[in-house]
């Protein structure tokens, strides 16, 4: 079948990735719109809605702390998850400043990796 | 802040192409079509399991189903009484994570005229700084220690639950967020390939439920 590798000219790359990633995403964009063009402000679907995104955005977060890629992976999951409720908790109870809630998680985690070697 | 988190995430995205093998052409270029970070690593995963074009357009549409639900969340915030939906088909190619929690928390603060300006103005800036930042450090792009780049990543995840947080005014949306974090991992478990989108729509759905029972316990 037709693969990223099978044609060798230069502008089938381009292709590929116009079709397997603009198109792909872009689409759902696009209904997005159509659909959110429907929805009035406040009404009992635009709750719905919005908490549906919310969840999904919220179920992300939660795999990006608790299956990371890359180097994060080196820190031990109680570590990271500790971190982020540390870095929650100082952005709650600080005056709700992101930045001190990004300073303390960093802290934490940082600090919890040399102590813990 | 979030423009500088984003980019942290992109260097990270950046040191993944450069060891699949990707062009720095095909790199900028996917940066600037595609634009979700997380789109980005499956098609770059398809392309180096030499999937064929099909299952690759399957594995990436199917992961970003959730940019639906999430452009329409923002849709009637955005939109002003006359805005004609061609421009906010063109501007909602710039929805992704960061340009919608941005959005999701600062577009109340903004009068309903200037808010698509404001939205394009945010959206099309971290586009184009994440292309012009893939393309210049495409080639020196070196490994930072463990520690360090590890602590960069964490940062994603912890600038987006303060600011969801924030940006849940209704409460709907708070239930949504904690079921959400929790359902997250427990879909992982039963169904990793849809996850994402099992845990927003039954997440979304119980919190919506719950809020309404909620309301009319109220009323009652």
């Not at chain 1, 689409?27 to 009992?44: C, T």
């Not at chain 2, 988190?5 to 450069?18: E, K, P, T, W």
């Amino acid at each position: 079948m037709l693969a990223y590798q099978s044609i060798e000219a230069w502008w089938w790359p381009y292709v590929f990735i116009a079709v397997a990633g603009w198109l792909a995403t872009d689409m759902w964009r696009w209904l997005g719109v159509l659909a959110g063009n429907r929805l009035k402000e406040d009404s009992a679907s635009m709750v719905w809605v919005r908490s549906v995104a919310t969840a999904l955005v919220a179920a992300v977060i939660a795999k990006l702390i608790l299956y990371p890629s890359g180097d994060l992976a080196q820190a031990p999951l109680l570590l990271r998850i500790g971190s982020a409720a540390a870095g929650f908790a100082a952005f709650i109870f600080l005056g709700k400043r992101t930045w001190v809630g990004i300073l303390a998680a960093i802290a934490c985690l940082v600090g919890g990796q040399i102590v813990l070697g | 802040m979030p423009a500088i988190i984003l980019m942290v995430a992109f260097v990270g995205f950046s040191s993944f192409i450069v060891d699949a093998g990707i062009p720095l052409g095909e790199a900028v270029f996917m940066t600037g079509m595609v634009w979700a970070l997380p789109a980005k690593v499956l098609l770059v995963g398809a392309i180096t399991a030499g999937m064929s074009l099909p299952a690759a357009f399957l594995t990436v549409a199917l992961s970003s189903i959730r940019l639906m639900p999430m452009v329409a969340a923002l849709i009637p915030e955005l939109r002003g009484a006359r805005t004609p939906t061609w421009h906010l088909l063109l501007l909602s190619h710039f929805i992704a994570i960061t340009a919608w929690v941005f959005a999701m928390e600062r577009i109340r603060d903004v009068p309903r005229e200037q808010r698509v300006a404001f939205f394009a103005g945010f959206g099309i800036t971290l586009t184009l700084a994440n292309i012009v930042l893939v393309a210049t450090i495409y080639s020196t792009v070196d490994a930072l220690p463990a520690l360090a780049a590890g602590a960069l990543l964490f940062m994603t995840p912890v600038y987006f639950l303060t600011s969801v947080w924030s940006s849940s005014r209704d409460r709907s949306s708070k239930l949504a967020f904690v079921i959400g974090l929790g359902f997250g991992p427990l879909f992982h478990q039963i169904a990793p390939e849809f996850d994402i989108l099992y845990a927003g729509l039954v997440g979304g759905s119980a919190a919506f439920l719950v809020d309404r029972v909620m309301a009319i316990r109220e009323a009652a």
